[in-house]
């Protein structure tokens, strides 16, 4: 079988396998690995590097028509998923829940394509797998150091013969993934850390990383969510609104994480509390691309509102590239394998939950339910 590596069209510089990943995979003698010409420049991999790992360099048209498996780190554009014959079978991001139109097009195309953003994150086994947590560890990572170097002010505490800084406080909107690494820096860097989840079962992570736990009363929780956050009752978001308001005017730094699989990002800064910050704070708003945590916030760009500064980023492992491709590839490579049996063959194996729940579209139908409901 033959496996093709595509670079990324979009503005993203990671690449979906390094040499090493390309390596590892060859170890299977009945593989083959093509990647497209400069596919993994962005991320300061050569050409030669993928040669010497055993791939074949070619051109993108190539690479489309010999390969059997194709990945990539975001989904492949309608129109080149539109000249795809329906025995390929496509593994990358595709975002579904915000690209109806493309999954649509995939199943008239009876492609078979896994999403490695729907990987069922309940399970000990997907965890090698999780480029969601992957990612976010990046992201929580940058967004500190985005925060800092916009700040006007020092994260840590000084003494110095000129008085005494005070410590940044710094408050994290989210205590998953990304939340806790941001914590985990932002308490490195010196600053006084305050984070807020509505799962209270984070509190002690957030205070084994030093940081300090915002709890609001009455949070519902569902241990069936895989992880995740999931909707509140109006009078919890009231009680939320005024402890994250109070919290956020005497903030220097917020970052906000908080996102629900396949609805809007929740608010969680209202303007009123914008407009009630110190001149000179900083949002760092990693949920933008899903309509943002904060009221102000506009995807991709940063952006000035009565002296805040509000960063919308939700592409800061792309800024990372090296490392964020190292992650991100070491999960590719891992959830490829599941596809493929001794001496290179594809295996489907739909009993295998990992499988079954990454899988999108297979035969002209969309394969997972929450997916199917939005479409229909």
Do not use: W
């Not at 595509?6 to 990943?21: G, Q, S, Y």
């Amino acid at each position: 079988m033959v496996i093709g590596l595509l670079k990324e069209t979009v503005d993203d510089n990671r690449v979906a396998l390094m040499p090493e990943h390309v390596k590892d995979l060859l170890k299977n003698e009945g593989l083959k690995v093509l990647v497209e010409e400069n596919a993994g420049i962005a991320s300061f991999i050569n050409n030669d590097d993928y040669k010497e790992a055993g791939a074949e360099i070619l051109n993108k048209e190539l690479v489309l028509n010999k390969s059997d498996l194709i990945v990539k780190v975001n989904g492949l554009d309608i129109e080149t998923i539109k000249n795809l014959d329906d025995k390929k079978v496509l593994v990358s991001v595709f975002n579904p829940f915000h690209n109806l139109d493309k999954v649509k097009v995939l199943c008239e195309k009876q492609l078979s394509s896994f999403s490695l953003d729907l990987i069922p994150r309940t399970s000990s086994r997907g965890q090698s797998m999780d480029i969601l947590s992957s990612m976010a560890t990046v992201a929580g990572y940058k967004a500190v150091l985005s925060a800092a170097s916009n700040n006007a002010k020092f994260f840590p505490m000084l003494m110095t013969a000129a008085g005494t800084i005070k410590p940044a406080k710094t408050l994290i909107l989210g205590a998953g993934v990304a939340g806790l690494q941001a914590i985990a820096t932002a308490k490195r860097l010196g600053a006084v850390v305050y984070a807020f989840d509505v799962r209270t079962a984070v509190k002690e992570q957030v205070e084994s990383l030093g940081g300090r736990f915002v709890e609001v009363e009455g949070a519902i929780e569902d241990a069936g969510a895989g992880g995740y956050a999931i909707e509140q009752t109006e009078e919890y978001k009231n009680k939320q609104a005024q402890l994250i308001h109070d919290h956020a005017v005497s903030s220097d730094v917020i970052i906000t994480t908080a996102q629900i699989p396949g609805k809007k990002a929740p608010l969680l800064i209202q303007k009123e509390t914008i407009e009630s910050m110190k001149s000179g704070s900083i949002i760092v708003d990693l949920a933008a691309s899903t309509g943002g945590n904060a009221a102000m916030t506009k995807n991709n760009e940063t952006i000035d509102y009565n002296g805040v500064k509000i960063i919308g980023n939700s592409n800061f492992p792309s800024e990372l590239s090296t490392d964020a491709s190292k992650m991100f590839g070491k999960n590719m490579s891992n959830f490829v394998k599941l596809m493929i049996a001794e001496q290179g063959k594809l295996n489907l194996n739909f009993d295998d939950e990992l499988i079954t729940g990454t899988c999108l579209t297979y035969e002209g139908k969309v394969m997972n339910e929450r997916v199917e409901k939005m479409l229909n």
